[in-house]
C-alpha cells in the first residue's frame, strides 16, 4: 500500500460540473483530490480488505439476530421501545438490505480493523461507484497509468444487479427516493441510487424529506398525495423514529430501503457487541459500553457518541489525556469506547478505508484523508490503483 502523487487532469473541474460532481471543492477546499492515488496489491485487496469485509457482514448480521432477542441489549441502543417489535419484524421477515461501508483502519500490512459500520446513510457512494472509476479509465488512456491497471471497483454494476433482485423477487416495480433539503452530497448519493435503479427496471421518483406527508389511506406520500409503497430515504432511522410521523410507521404501509433492522448496525452500541460476541476476533477492536470498563482495560481508547455521523463529538484519550476531539450535536444518548487504533499516516495525511458491501457482497472501497486524527465530513477523497505488475 503506497501513496503515490501523480498530476491532476488539466480539465477535471469542468468535467465534474458537466457530470454533476458540484461538491468536489467545498468551502474553498478540495473534497476530491486527484494529486495523488493509494496502489495495492491484488493480494492486499482480496485478502486484506475483501475476505475481511464479507467476514465483518457475517458477523454484524449475527449481532443483528442476537440483539433483537436480547431486551438487556436491544436496551442499550436507545431506540424507543414502541418501534422494537416493528424492527424484529423486518428482520423476522428478511426485509432487504441495499448496501453498507465498513471504515477499516489498514496500512497495507497489518490486520484491517473495524472502527465502525456504516450501515443506514453512507455517503461518498457516487465518488467511489462511479467517479473514481472514470478517473481511472482516463489515466490509462492517456498514458498515466498502466494499461493493465485496475481498482476495486464493482459497485456500479452490484447496485444494479440487487435492485434487478428487489424487482424479481420483492416485485418492487417503482421505489421513491429521498433525501434532505440543502445537501448537495446527499441529493448526488440519492440520484445515483436512482440511476441505478432506473437501470435495472425500476420506475423511480423523488421526494425530499421535509416534504413526506401521510395521505387518507395512511401511507407515506408526496406533497401530491401519491403514497409510497416502496422507499430508499438517505436520513437516518435515529432521527425519524423521534419525528413527527415517527409512529405511522408502525402501520407498515412501505418498505424501506434501507429496511429498520439497519438501525441496530448504524448504531455504535453494536461495536461492544461484537466484541462481547467475538472477543479477540482479528477485525474487531475491543470496545465497552463503560468508560470506567475501558480505562480499566485500555491504555488508549475513543469516545464515541452511540448516534454519530461524520466523525462528529468524538474524543480520543491516551493515557488518560484527551489528545483530539471533534465537535457537534451528539452525545446526549450515550457513549461507547473502543481502543484507539491510530490510523496509517502517509507523509502528513492520516488514511482510512471505506469498504463497501452491497447485499453481503464486498463491492470496492473509497479512501479519506486528512492531517487531523479524526476523520470528518470535509476529508479529502483520493482514488486508488491496484498494480497488476
Known amino acids: 500500500m503506497r501513496r503515490i502523487s501523480i498530476p491532476e487532469r488539466q480539465d477535471w473541474k469542468a468535467l465534474a460540473d458537466d457530470y454533476g460532481f458540484h461538491f468536489h471543492t467545498m468551502y474553498g477546499e478540495p473534497y476530491w483530490d486527484e494529486s495523488a492515488y493509494y496502489e495495492f496489491t491484488l493480494e492486499q485487496i482480496e485478502n486484506d480488505l475483501e475476505d475481511p469485509s464479507e467476514q465483518l457482514q457475517t458477523l454484524c448480521l449475527e449481532a443483528v439476530d442476537e440483539v433483537l432477542q436480547r431486551e438487556s441489549w436491544l436496551q442499550q441502543f ?211 459500553f463503560s468508560e470506567k470498563e475501558a480505562s480499566e482495560k485500555l491504555t488508549n481508547y475513543v469516545k464515541k457518541p452511540i448516534f454519530s455521523r461524520e466523525g462528529a463529538n468524538i474524543s480520543i484519550i491516551k493515557d488518560g489525556e484527551e489528545i483530539a476531539a471533534s465537535y457537534g450535536p451528539y452525545g446526549e444518548e450515550g457513549f461507547i469506547y473502543q481502543e484507539y487504533q491510530a490510523l496509517p499516516k502517509f507523509g502528513d495525511s492520516y488514511t482510512l478505508i471505506g469498504s463497501w458491501v452491497v447485499g453481503n457482497q464486498a463491492a470496492g472501497i473509497s479512501i479519506r484523508e486528512d492531517s487531523e486524527l479524526i476523520t470528518q465530513d470535509l476529508s479529502r477523497y483520493l482514488p486508488h490503483v491496484i498494480n497488476n505488475h
Open 78 to 288: 436507545q431506540i424507543p421501545e414502541q418501534y422494537w417489535d416493528w424492527i424484529k419484524l423486518s428482520w423476522d421477515r428478511k426485509n432487504p438490505s441495499l448496501y453498507s461501508r465498513f471504515d477499516l483502519c489498514y496500512d497495507g500490512k497489518s490486520k484491517a480493523k473495524l472502527l465502525e459500520n456504516n450501515a443506514d446513510t453512507p455517503t461518498s457512494l457516487y465518488e467511489s461507484g462511479f467517479w473514481q472509476w472514470l478517473w481511472l479509465e482516463q489515466l490509462i488512456e492517456n498514458g498515466s497509468l498502466a494499461s493493465n491497471s485496475d481498482q476495486f471497483n464493482s459497485l456500479q454494476d452490484k447496485l444494479i444487479e440487487r435492485f434487478r433482485f428487489f424487482k424479481q423477487h420483492y416485485n418492487i416495480n417503482e421505489m421513491a427516493f429521498s433525501s434532505c433539503l440543502d445537501t448537495e452530497e446527499d441529493r448526488a448519493t440519492v440520484q445515483y441510487l436512482q440511476d441505478c435503479a432506473k437501470e435495472a427496471g425500476i420506475k423511480d421518483r423523488f421526494c425530499y424529506i421535509e416534504d413526506i406527508a401521510t395521505n387518507e389511506q395512511h401511507q407515506f406520500c408526496d406533497p401530491e398525495g401519491l403514497g409510497f409503497n416502496a422507499m430508499f430515504k438517505l436520513y437516518p432511522w435515529e432521527f425519524m423514529l423521534r419525528e413527527e410521523l415517527g409512529p405511522k410507521l408502525l402501520l407498515d404501509q412501505c418498505q424501506w430501503f434501507e429496511p429498520p433492522w439497519k438501525a441496530i448496525l448504524s448504531n455504535k452500541a453494536i461495536l461492544p457487541i461484537l466484541w462481547q460476541m467475538f472477543p479477540g476476533h482479528p477485525h474487531l477492536l475491543p470496545a465497552y
